[in-house]
């Protein structure tokens, strides 16, 4: 028999576990100081962040900073006290709610107080054990610990793959009628790691063929996809077809907590049954009038979102324009892909930190519970999100600075007056190359400038 606390404390360790104990506080778990934006001192020196959500510009929005300092001074974070059904409830949750659900196209939302343990419980709530799952390989980790969860069986279908999808259904078919069970689709409006587009339009139309459910996590369409934010589903026109559709406060609402919306007798079912809420304390006040101030701003000014692609088409055109490698991102999560094989890109994902220290950036490599991959095979690099806080007023035109090519080698150029200069670096080191360049000009659309003043 083996001690439990001792096999952990000889072998702990796991996909990032085992550098630990020389990656914390460097690349791993970083200490970056400063208001949120494009700029943060990490260890006293200046660095760009592209390790932000902040996709829409809220996080220092003086609005929002404002709502968020007035729910807090008014309520405290302790209010309201108790979970939802017993003394948690309170009407401004409620208005959320129903905003939320109008703002999504549905009839009803249910507030939940983490994204991730959210996923969970909804996937705890809908299954049974004789029903069976078919979701997306490269579905986010949440997911994955929710299936881990069901007792039932379950099918992979092949990344965004529709054939692929109806061949799955086609056995998860058999095995429902079998079991006398349901069949539950799970899939993503957008990818995170490669940022591109769940085809919702195509697997709703799969509903002509087979009987199932749609769950669809939309954590990064939420704000950045369809008319005015309204999501992905939206995007493809699919909103009747999703069935339970969700959505966090972690992106574009720059803040914590998250919502599951479908139709109300089963938002009503999900609120007396998802135990991931009727065992926690109620989302605190502040959070709760600050996010009805986000939304506010989201439905009432969709030149957030415009400005938001006006930044991300120029950045993506740029980068493809001069020969790296996005994938087939549709979306503002824009991933570089590092060329090399397995062995060059794990060595140098072993030491992020100083190849992003090397261009002035503050980032770290993504990791799921499996890597990601490169379309060709390899590992890809950590995905830059565009955050229109960092860019939105920086970007102008800056004749002459050319965006290095990412088969450049090392060579210097002279980046202005300052005398500051970069080195070009190979391609498993391209991130610190074309970061440490600057931001984005929106009238060239692929210029990128080293700058300094304060947002």
Same mark, same amino acid.
């Given at each position: 028999?083996?001690?439990?606390?001792?096999?952990?404390q000889?072998?702990?360790?796991?996909?990032?576990?085992?550098y630990?104990?020389?990656?914390?506080?460097?690349?791993a778990?970083?200490?970056?100081?400063?208001?949120?934006?494009?700029?943060?001192? #990490?260890? &006293? =020196? *200046?660095?760009?962040?592209?390790?932000?959500?902040n /996709?829409? $510009?809220?996080?220092?929005?003086?609005? !929002?900073?404002?709502?968020?300092?007035?729910?807090?001074?008014?309520?405290?974070?302790?209010?309201?006290?108790?979970?939802?059904?017993?003394?948690?409830?309170?009407?401004?949750?409620?208005?959320?709610?129903?905003?939320?659900?109008? #703002?999504? &196209? =549905? *009839?009803?939302?249910?507030?939940l107080?983490?994204? /991730?343990? $959210?996923?969970?419980?909804?996937i705890? !709530?809908?299954?049974?054990?004789r029903?069976?799952?078919?979701?997306?390989?490269?579905?986010?980790?949440?997911?994955?610990?929710?299936?881990?969860?069901h007792?039932?069986?379950?099918?992979?279908?092949?990344?965004?793959?529709?054939?692929?999808?109806? =061949?799955q259904?086609?056995?998860?078919a058999a095995?429902?009628?079998?079991?006398r069970?349901?069949?539950?689709?799970?899939?993503?409006?957008?990818?995170?790691?490669k940022?591109?587009?769940?085809?919702?339009?195509k697997?709703?139309?799969?509903?002509?063929e087979f009987?199932?459910?749609?769950?669809?996590?939309?954590?990064?369409?939420?704000?950045?996809?369809?008319r005015?934010?309204?999501?992905?589903?939206?995007?493809?026109?699919?909103?009747?077809?999703?069935?339970v559709?969700?959505?966090?406060?972690?992106?574009?609402?720059?803040?914590?907590?998250?919502?599951v919306?479908?139709?109300?007798?089963?938002?009503?079912?999900?609120?007396?049954?998802?135990?991931?809420?009727?065992?926690?304390?109620?989302l605190?006040?502040?959070?709760?009038?600050?996010?009805?101030?986000?939304?506010?701003?989201?439905?009432?000014?969709?030149?957030?979102?415009?400005?938001?692609?006006?930044?991300?088409?120029?950045?993506?055109?740029?980068?493809r324009?001069?020969?790296?490698?996005?994938g087939?991102?549709?979306?503002?999560?824009?991933?570089?892909?590092?060329?090399?094989?397995?062995?060059?890109?794990?060595r140098?994902?072993?030491k992020?930190?100083?190849?992003?220290?090397?261009?002035?950036?503050?980032?770290?490599?993504?990791?799921?519970?499996?890597?990601?991959?490169?379309?060709?095979?390899?590992?890809?690099?950590?995905?830059?999100?565009?955050?229109?806080?960092?860019?939105?007023?920086?970007?102008?035109?800056?004749p002459?600075r050319?965006?290095?090519?990412?088969?450049?080698?090392?060579?210097?150029h002279?980046l202005?007056?300052?005398g500051?200069?970069?080195?070009?670096?190979?391609?498993?080191r391209l991130l610190?190359s074309?970061?440490?360049?600057?931001?984005?000009?929106?009238?060239?659309?692929?210029?990128?400038?080293?700058?300094?003043?304060?947002?």
């Amino acid at each position: 028999m083996v001690n439990i606390l001792d096999r952990l404390q000889k072998f702990a360790g796991g996909p990032l576990g085992q550098y630990m104990n020389n990656a914390h506080g460097y690349w791993a778990f970083p200490k970056l100081e400063g208001d949120i934006g494009p700029r943060m001192k #990490f260890r &006293g =020196k *200046e660095m760009l962040n592209w390790s932000l959500n902040n /996709y829409l $510009g809220l996080a220092n929005h003086p609005e !929002v900073r404002k709502a968020d300092a007035d729910g807090a001074a008014r309520f405290g974070m302790a209010a309201p006290m108790g979970a939802r059904m017993m003394s948690g409830q309170t009407k401004w949750h409620e208005q959320l709610e129903r905003e939320l659900a109008a #703002f999504v &196209g =549905k *009839e009803d939302a249910f507030l939940l107080n983490f994204g /991730y343990q $959210g996923m969970i419980s909804i996937i705890d !709530v809908l299954l049974s054990p004789r029903d069976v799952v078919v979701y997306d390989a490269e579905a986010h980790a949440c997911i994955i610990d929710g299936l881990r969860m069901h007792k039932g069986k379950r099918f992979v279908f092949q990344h965004n793959d529709i054939d692929s999808l109806r =061949k799955q259904l086609a056995h998860a078919a058999a095995l429902a009628e079998e079991t006398r069970g349901g069949i539950l689709v799970i899939t993503e409006g957008v990818f995170g790691m490669k940022g591109d587009l769940g085809p919702l339009d195509k697997i709703v139309a799969l509903k002509k063929e087979f009987d199932f459910t749609l769950l669809v996590d939309d954590a990064h369409g939420f704000g950045t996809m369809g008319r005015g934010g309204r999501g992905t589903a939206d995007h493809f026109d699919a909103t009747e077809g999703v069935d339970v559709l969700f959505n966090t406060f972690a992106k574009s609402m720059c803040g914590i907590g998250a919502f599951v919306a479908s139709h109300k007798w089963l938002i009503d079912i999900m609120r007396y049954n998802m135990r991931s809420q009727l065992y926690a304390k109620s989302l605190p006040m502040p959070m709760v009038i600050g996010a009805l101030k986000r939304l506010e701003l989201i439905r009432n000014h969709p030149e957030l979102q415009e400005q938001l692609w006006t930044i991300v088409r120029a950045l993506q055109e740029g980068f493809r324009a001069r020969g790296f490698e996005i994938g087939s991102t549709a979306s503002p999560v824009t991933p570089v892909y590092m060329k090399g094989g397995d062995q060059p890109c794990g060595r140098s994902a072993r030491k992020p930190r100083t190849v992003l220290l090397g261009g002035g950036l503050s980032g770290h490599p993504a990791r799921r519970d499996h890597p990601a991959h490169h379309p060709h095979g390899g590992p890809h690099s950590r995905r830059c999100r565009v955050h229109t806080e960092s860019l939105r007023r920086r970007a102008r035109q800056t004749p002459g600075r050319r965006l290095p090519t990412p088969h450049a080698r090392h060579e210097r150029h002279d980046l202005g007056e300052r005398g500051s200069e970069l080195i070009q670096i190979p391609p498993d080191r391209l991130l610190g190359s074309f970061l440490k360049l600057g931001w984005i000009d929106h009238d060239a659309g692929h210029a990128f400038e080293r700058r300094d003043q304060s947002v």
